[in-house]
């Protein structure tokens, strides 16, 4: 400050005084704005899996909106993977306390490594501009973390299926090459009619899905239909092998019979590709009918498998599925991490495509096991 402007300062404050002023009110024409600032980012829960964060701010300028931009980075190398990111932001508006708190839970796959360590920064941002970072602290209390995965279990051998016809569906993929590393999702889906009041239970085995490129063996697929059920449910159980999927004895258009992630380490070129997928459906009980249909997506980033397959979240039926109320169709991973890699190719175009198109329609009569 200038003599000048100090000479204009005590004039002003001696006019102030003498209309009766308290000098003590006279420091609130001093006092700047709120210093608004995030105080806390603390990972209280670190698993293979997820992450729980609590983020906290205060000296905020209430009914104003703000953001909490975060990132959490793991670093590793389980070759093809080398790296996975989750991050906000959040956003609010501060209330009359001037302060804000929130936990927050996010999912990520497994990557299947012996040492992952974490870090990050969280920021508190108004109209774009950042107004403070600090880092992000872990349970250790440190930093960064470093945790410990195991590796996924060998696929076990199936269990042989029984003496009934297999269906088959041919389908070709589009003209999108498919970059090396990445991952191409195979989900297939039923709609079954007979279901008796009582329920049933449909089985999908010995399924493969061959092209001139790969051939690959595919999961099991177990389908039952619950009277306790009211909305449904799906799980990969690795010790069988098995997709498991429960609904209502009203099933859904579409519900998830079996998936297969597979990866392609050199990549595939666009066009003359068309696999056929085949398996043996068999049923609990007589009279039963399905029709089914096949979809392929391409991922940039997918956990290993088999044991990474429950981190996806794989939404069982296009219509009353258990926690999911949107309307994406059965088989979509709904782990926001997963669906961020989406890019086209096989058969699908990226985008909101997670399943890819789906192939024609075969009808088939499950034998009763």
Request: charged residues 5%.
């Amino acid at each position: 400050m200038n003599i000048q402007s100090e000479r204009g300062t005590r004039v002003l404050l001696k006019l102030l005084a003498s209309w009766g002023i308290p000098l003590g009110l006279l420091t609130i024409f001093a006092v700047p704005g709120m210093a608004n600032h995030i105080d806390t980012a603390q990972v209280t829960q670190l698993t293979c899996t997820s992450f729980t964060i609590q983020l906290s701010a205060s000296e905020l300028n209430p009914g104003q909106t703000y953001e909490i931009d975060w990132t959490i980075s793991g670093t590793f190398s389980c070759p093809p993977f080398s790296s996975t990111t989750a991050f906000g932001p959040i956003t609010f508006v501060a209330d009359s306390t001037g302060t804000f708190n929130t936990t927050v839970t996010e999912n990520y796959p497994n990557i299947f490594c012996d040492a992952q360590t974490y870090s990050g920064t969280a920021s508190l941002v108004q109209n774009g501009s950042i107004l403070n970072t600090i880092s992000i602290t872990f349970p250790n209390g440190q930093t960064s973390d470093t945790i410990n995965c195991s590796s996924p279990t060998p696929t076990p051998t199936p269990t042989p299926c029984p003496p009934c016809a297999e269906s088959c569906i041919q389908s070709n993929f589009n003209g999108t090459a498919i970059g090396a590393g990445d991952t191409i999702w195979f989900n297939a889906h039923i709609k079954a009619s007979g279901i008796p009041s009582s329920g049933a239970t449909i089985s999908f085995c010995g399924s493969t899905v061959t092209s001139s490129a790969f051939s690959a063996a595919v999961p099991n697929g177990k389908i039952v239909f619950s009277p306790s059920a009211t909305c449904a449910t799906t799980t990969f159980d690795s010790s069988s092998n098995t997709w498991t999927t429960t609904v209502p004895i009203s099933g859904s258009d579409e519900i998830f019979l079996t998936g297969l992630a597979l990866p392609v380490p050199s990549g595939l070129p666009g066009g003359g590709i068309s696999p056929v997928w085949c398996g043996i459906f068999s049923a609990s009980v007589p009279g039963i009918s399905v029709q089914w249909q096949w979809g392929a997506a391409v991922y940039t980033c997918f956990p290993p498998i088999p044991g990474g397959y429950n981190s996806l979240n794989i939404k069982p039926t296009h219509q009353n599925a258990c926690n999911v109320n949107n309307g994406d169709h059965a088989g979509t991973p709904e782990s926001k991490a997963i669906q961020n890699c989406v890019t086209g190719g096989a058969r699908g175009g990226g985008g909101s495509n997670f399943t890819g198109s789906w192939s024609g329609t075969v009808s088939t009569q499950p034998c009763v096991q």
